[in-house]
């Protein structure tokens, strides 16, 4: 399975703001990689096990992709080992 296209993503880059805090709940070892929104509520789904990171990296690349950003703006604040994920945009605005 390849990577998913930029349009295959929700456009997310409303997100990349400084100082932007977004929640995400993670499902990994996932049939694809994809980004869901239910509910209000932002499931990143991601192919990756994880472990050592894997997981993580993965999700923030996914993320960065649909905001249109580079991975390296966004910052995993809380969640290393869950689920529930809070990551913080630290990059510029895109507005």
Same mark, same amino acid.
């Given at each position: 399975?390849?990577?998913?296209?930029?349009? %295959?993503?929700? %456009?997310?880059?409303? *997100?990349?703001?400084?100082?932007?805090? @977004?929640? +995400?709940?993670?499902?990994?070892?996932?049939?694809? /990689? #994809? @980004?869901? @929104? =239910?509910?209000?509520?932002? =499931? +990143?789904?991601?192919?990756? +096990?994880?472990?050592?990171?894997?997981? /993580?990296?993965?999700?923030?690349?996914? *993320?960065?992709? #649909?905001?249109?950003?580079?991975?390296?703006?966004?910052?995993?604040?809380?969640?290393?080992?869950? =689920? #529930?994920?809070?990551? +913080?945009?630290?990059?510029?605005?895109?507005?």
């Amino acid at each position: 399975m390849g990577k998913p296209k930029k349009k %295959d993503l929700p %456009d997310l880059s409303h *997100l990349a703001q400084p100082g932007a805090e @977004i929640a +995400v709940t993670v499902t990994p070892k996932a049939a694809r /990689n #994809a @980004i869901q @929104i =239910r509910d209000g509520v932002l =499931r +990143v789904l991601v192919t990756v +096990v994880p472990e050592k990171g894997k997981a /993580n990296t993965a999700v923030q690349g996914l *993320l960065a992709k #649909a905001m249109g950003v580079a991975p390296s703006h966004l910052t995993l604040k809380r969640g290393q080992g869950a =689920r #529930a994920k809070l990551f +913080v945009y630290l990059g510029p605005s895109r507005s």
